[in-house]
């Protein structure tokens, strides 16, 4: 049984560039979560992504988008990137009715 | 607004038994949560708490006090392994995000 995956494991960018980081939940779950970690904090949330939908949003501008696709997975895309935009990005999954979030592995992105 | 304050660091040697506090002030409450990561690698669920008392996982154990906002994880028998940053974390609501608090970094010496 896969747990949660991502890709790609490292990124480095250009300021202004855009990207896309992409998650698999892990068998089962439905409901997908983003947090940015920089280095030496703890995660912070984005958003939360359930039925297609985002559900819940954190403290994060609007150039922070996300989907959620039919099969549960879901992206994460940053546009006009920012040197502060420099974090792990984590993707975590856990059914809609509650319960433990499993983390994936992250991707580290740089922006230089 | 949320809040966690935890300690940055704590230091212990192999074989003892160590405890990490964890306060929090936040306009909702579901329970508590605690993450171990180890660097370069993903938050790993530890223990959840969304009622007052002791949880006990092996040698992990947490607690939780409501009235106090106030949590603590405690680690026992202290392995080279356990280095690591340990999180707590607030749940708001059912199935909703988590609100981390900064992390304390745990070093476990021979």
């Known amino acids: 049984d896969a747990g949660v995956t991502q890709s790609p494991t490292h990124l480095i960018k250009t300021r202004g560039q855009q990207v896309t980081l992409r998650c698999s939940p892990k068998s089962g779950h439905d409901t997908v979560s983003w947090y940015q970690q920089a280095l030496g904090q703890g995660p912070q949330f984005i958003f939360q992504?359930?039925?297609?939908?985002?559900?819940q949003r954190g403290n994060f501008p609007d150039r922070f988008s996300g989907h959620q696709f039919p099969n549960y997975s879901s992206e994460l895309n940053v546009n006009a990137l920012l040197l502060g935009d420099s974090a792990l990005y984590l993707c975590a999954s856990s059914f809609a009715r509650g319960g433990e979030q499993y983390f994936g592995p992250g991707t580290r992105l740089t922006v230089t | 607004g949320q809040s966690l304050e935890q300690p940055s660091e704590v230091t212990a040697v192999e074989g003892a038994i160590v405890q990490i506090n964890c306060t929090y002030q936040t306009s909702g409450f579901y329970g508590l949560s605690w993450y171990q990561q180890h660097d370069g690698g993903a938050p790993t669920f530890l223990s959840y708490n969304a009622l007052d008392g002791l949880e006990e996982t092996g040698r992990f154990s947490s607690f939780l006090s409501r009235s106090d906002s106030y949590g603590y994880l405690l680690l026992q028998e202290l392995q080279m392994k356990d280095s690591a940053s340990y999180f707590c974390a607030v749940h708001p609501g059912s199935a909703r995000q988590l609100t981390f608090g900064s992390g304390t970094q745990l070093t476990v010496l021979p």
């Open positions: 992504y359930y039925e297609e939908e985002e559900r």
